[in-house]
């Protein structure tokens, strides 16, 4: 919401500069986005006056102007406007001084030769219209010498955010009755002049959809005459934004900035019967003010005449029955929308209005009569015209909301002290009615549908009374040791973070929505999860943003290829989050997750390492094992098992298992199939841990480490080889054989791989290095014998011989 400093002192009395203002709105809650002061944008430009005016020697379009700055000494500028001339008034930008339309420096330079200092400005260079055609005429009483800010008044803007709970500052007099509420100033009354009707309304208006359009006013004015509003009103749309049209149109526009209530002008030559709100026929088209057609449903609610839909309803007004410069008489429509029915049409339509904002937010269901009274008044005063009797189909909500509360609510849920009498002073200042007796009943206004009971008329309170005046207070503590700040999920997602950080992954952060093409794709992942359905929300912020992701490697995906289509020549990210599934029979579920991806290059090209070299299977599943240990996995007993899903590489992908059924992670390399839709090159390895599927720390592991406490015998090694089935996976031996004894053996790990002369056709050799740690005493040979006959009779259960 923006608006001038002057237009809000029409509704304000108040001697407070714009500072004080400011401050005062962002205390009660209205943020204050920011403040443009013209004055600054016209620093260094003057009124001057032009002394004489010849031709340029060497260009037939210019002028040499020699012009009084009021200092004594006239300046030479060379100009090319048409209507320079001795004696006119106008104003010049001085050397150092920008131009607002264009950010242009000026300074003393030579144009053909004959030396300039300045310019001499037009409207549009100066950004105060859209005339070009020469410079600015002034007034001859126009003081010379004087900057053009101060003698323009240049009028400081603000732009206030509006919370989506506060639909009365939608309108520039609810900000005003805040202020003054706050003590900045006094709140005019309403300017309403009711002028009575002076014949009966000849159009006939009703509602026949009293669900969409509860009432519906409307009254004839005969005899206007429409043209371009006065500057006063421009000045006031201009410094909300809004674009001047014309006097019916900008009386319009400004009634709903200055008060928050839409309404609506219609040119009754244009009209054919009555005119009525409906339901829409389906598929029914209209023609928008924004000259776009849309197709109707039979959900929305229209404005009509006997010859089709006109307007939108509530959001936006039909091209042609608006008014135009020939427009002589107009129906005035001012009506009570639905709230629901307008957002789910906008949302249907992908429409926005400046009256849809409001509507959806919620307008006064009692101002229509007053705000017939306003908009009648003002169009009258601007472009004359004989008045009809106001006709009103249906009613608006007219049952007041009433509130029981307790002033001491104030300070037991507000934390503050406020006596009584400032409270009561504070609500009825805010348009609230209090009727004090056992307690007291509050009428709530009907322009404050956000007030529901009485925590709200605490935050009410406290507001104008001052938010800083809340002592901040510790929360209580328990004595003795303190309870831990975070949970032990939270634990785990901050360790795993930094431990992935730590390994060179970039962080990322990616939408919890996804358009639902990419979301299906990556639907189907590990066995226990393939029956789900997608979760695609019902109100999205777009189809892009429609369905919730039940992974987090598509967002990342994304987010890889719009990098390496920038340049990035190398991508390792990561992404700690949420995924969101929904099971067959429609119940929702939230699991922890850590996704990540590396594309790009793995190494440079390089001197010694030739050509560059790519992600693989391996790099994902080395990160994988690495952020798992440091999550507390026991790593040493993961199972390596079957495919990671559709979405990967067939043969270059897995899942890590703890047993059967619990998977931890899946990696592997991106199918093409997938890198083709996400239209991505090149390999992609990536992964996905489930944190939710760690297990937690039993017993005392769970609050401390045990004491490191080194052996006092020296490790002994034993190397074996083994022919085995060359499908064996070579972690499942490396398993058996430390499960071997486990009172001796404390590692066991893989260091050869063998395929070739030696070997038998569909055997592979596989080479174990075993550590023993003796506990009490040395090792004997039989000692170590008996070692050795429980590990090749564990390892002889999976079909593995002792190499000879």
């Keep these: 919401m923006k608006f001038s400093l002057s237009w809000l002192k029409q509704y304000l009395e108040t001697d407070a500069t714009i500072e004080q203002i400011a401050a005062t709105l962002n205390a009660i809650g209205l943020e204050v986005e920011g403040i443009e002061d013209p004055a600054e944008k016209l620093e ?3 009124v001057a006056k032009v002394l004489t005016a010849a031709r340029h020697p060497d260009a037939d379009k210019l002028q040499v102007l020699s012009v009084d700055t009021g200092d004594g000494a006239p300046l030479q500028v060379v100009c090319g406007a048409p209507n320079a001339r001795a004696g006119m008034i106008g104003v010049l930008g001085l050397p150092g001084a920008t131009v607002p339309a264009n950010g242009m420096v000026l300074k003393k330079s030579a144009i053909r030769g004959i030396e300039s200092n ?8 100066l950004e105060l219209g859209e005339d070009h055609d020469g410079i600015i005429e002034l007034p001859e009483d126009a003081p010379i010498g004087t900057p053009f800010a101060q003698y323009h008044g240049a009028d400081p803007v603000i732009d206030v955010a509006i919370t989506p709970n506060r639909p009365d500052c939608m309108g520039l007099y609810g900000i005003a009755r805040d202020l003054a509420a706050a003590g900045i100033g006094t709140l005019n009354s309403l300017p309403v002049e009711d002028l009575p009707g002076t014949f009966p309304c000849p159009v006939a208006v009703r509602t026949e959809d009293t669900e969409g359009c509860p009432a519906f006013y409307g009254r004839v004015i005969k005899g206007v005459k429409n043209g371009p509003s006065p500057q006063w009103l421009q000045d006031a749309l201009k410094s909300a934004g809004q674009r001047p049209i014309s006097a019916l149109v900008d009386a319009t526009n400004f009634i709903m900035l200055a008060f928050g209530r839409p309404a609506h002008a219609y040119d009754l030559a244009k009209l054919r019967g009555a005119v009525v709100a409906r339901r829409a026929g389906e598929g ?22 006997d010859a089709g839909a006109h307007d939108i309803a509530g959001i936006m007004g039909g091209q042609h029955s608006g008014c135009g410069d020939d427009t002589t008489d107009i129906l005035l429509e001012i009506a009570y929308f639905d709230p629901t029915r307008i957002a789910k049409t906008g949302r249907k339509l992908n429409l926005t209005s400046d009256a849809r904002g409001r509507f959806e937010r919620g307008i006064d269901p009692q101002f229509l009569d007053t705000g017939m009274a306003l908009l009648t008044g003002l169009i009258v005063k601007l472009c004359g015209g004989e008045v009809s009797e106001v006709v009103r189909a249906g009613a608006a909500p007219g049952t007041p909301k009433i509130v029981h509360f307790e002033p001491s609510l104030v300070e037991k849920l507000g934390g503050v002290t406020v006596n009584p009498g400032e409270q009561k002073r504070i609500l009825e200042s805010l348009g609230f009615s209090v009727v004090e007796a056992d307690g007291w009943a509050v009428t709530v206004p009907g322009w404050r549908p956000d007030v529901d009971g009485a925590p709200d008329i605490v935050e009410e309170v406290v507001r104008i009374h001052g938010l800083d005046k ?14 831990p700040i ?47 359905e997608l979760w695609v929300l019902a109100n999205p912020i777009s189809e892009d943003m429609k369905a919730m992701r039940p992974s987090l490697l598509p967002g990342l995906l994304m987010a890889a290829r719009r990098n390496l289509d920038r340049g990035a020549s190398a991508l390792r990210l990561f992404e700690i989050g949420r995924r969101y599934l929904r099971g067959p029979g429609g119940a929702s579920d939230e699991r922890l997750a850590l996704g990540l991806v590396l594309a790009g290059e793995k190494t440079p090209r390089g001197w010694a390492t030739g050509k560059a070299a790519a992600f693989d299977a391996y790099d994902a599943k080395a990160e994988v094992v690495a952020l798992l240990a440091e999550a507390g996995a026991p790593v040493d007993k993961l199972q390596v098992m079957g495919e990671a899903g559709p979405q990967f590489h067939p043969g270059q ?34 992964a996905e841990i489930y ?34 089935p060359a499908g064996l996976p070579a972690a499942d031996l490396v398993r058996t054989v430390q499960g071997a004894d486990k009172v001796n053996i404390v590692a066991a790990r893989l260091f050869d791989d063998f395929r070739g002369q030696g070997v038998p056709e569909g055997q592979k050799s596989l080479a174990l290095e075993v550590t023993l740690q003796p506990l009490e005493k040395s090792y004997k040979d039989e000692d170590l014998k008996a070692i050795s006959d429980k590990v ?6 999976l079909g593995a011989v002792l190499r000879g």
């Design 44 to 46: 260094g430009f003057r």
């Design 118 to 125: 300045g310019m001499m400005c037009s409207t549009r260079e």
């Design 284 to 305: 029914e088209t209209v023609v928008a003010l924004n000259e776009k057609t849309y197709t109707l449903d039979a959900e929305m609610t229209v404005i009509a005449d």
């Design 470 to 483: 809340v002592e901040s207070v510790p929360l209580p503590r328990a004595e003795g040791v303190a309870l």
């Design 486 to 532: 975070a949970t032990p999920a939270q634990t785990l997602e901050r360790r795993v973070r930094r431990a992935a950080a730590a390994r060179g992954l970039q962080e990322a952060v990616t939408w919890s929505f996804l358009p639902e093409a990419p979301a299906q794709a990556f639907l189907g992942q590990a066995q226990d999860e393939r029956d789900g």
């Design 653 to 686: 992908s897995a899942t890590l298992r703890l047993g059967p059924k619990n998977v931890l992670a899946r990696f592997g390399m991106l199918h093409p199939r997938i890198a083709k839709q996400f239209d991505i090159d090149g390999p992609v390895a990536l």
């Design 691 to 724: 944190l939710d599927a760690i297990p937690g720390r039993k017993g005392a592991a769970a609050f401390a480490r045990t004491s490191y406490a080194p052996p006092a015998l020296q490790a002994v090694t034993r190397d074996y080889a083994f022919l085995v």
């Design 792 to 797: 090749t009779a564990a390892a002889a259960k």
